[in-house]
């Protein structure tokens, strides 16, 4: 079963930056496309931001130029960098493969999330 563990959210200032990281228990990590997700009350799950096995980028227009991706595959962690954070990214934060030609997850079983919180 695939285990998704995220870490690294908390509370911030608007204009401050945070530093998500996700380990991921997937055999042949290197193969999938890695994806970032958010999740505000009363709002449905979107991905914010997703890199491919090749390193290619791509992120909602809302946190471009902000939040950079990035992957290890040899420690099979994906991360993102978010500075510059306004009180509109509150939310709980998730990692996820993307399911080929979609924005959904390729798994089911999604991992805890980690809360990030920006409020003066």
């Known amino acids: 079963q695939v285990q998704l563990v995220e870490s690294g959210g908390g509370l911030v200032q608007p204009g401050g930056s945070l530093r998500l990281s996700c380990a991921a228990s997937l055999t042949l990590f290197s193969i999938y496309t890695m994806g970032w997700y958010r999740q505000a009350p009363g709002k449905q799950r979107e991905l914010v931001a997703a890199?491919?096995?090749?390193?290619?980028?791509n992120y909602v227009d809302s946190v471009k130029g902000r939040f950079t991706i990035s992957r290890d595959n040899t420690k099979k962690t994906v991360c993102l960098q978010m500075n510059s954070l306004k009180p509109e990214d509150t939310a709980v934060y998730y990692c996820?493969?993307?399911?080929?030609?979609?924005?959904?997850?390729?798994?089911?079983?999604w991992g805890q999330g980690t809360q990030v919180t920006v409020s003066s």
């Open positions: 890199i491919t096995s090749e390193r290619k980028t």
């Open positions: 996820n493969a993307v399911a080929p030609g979609t924005m959904r997850g390729q798994f089911s079983s």
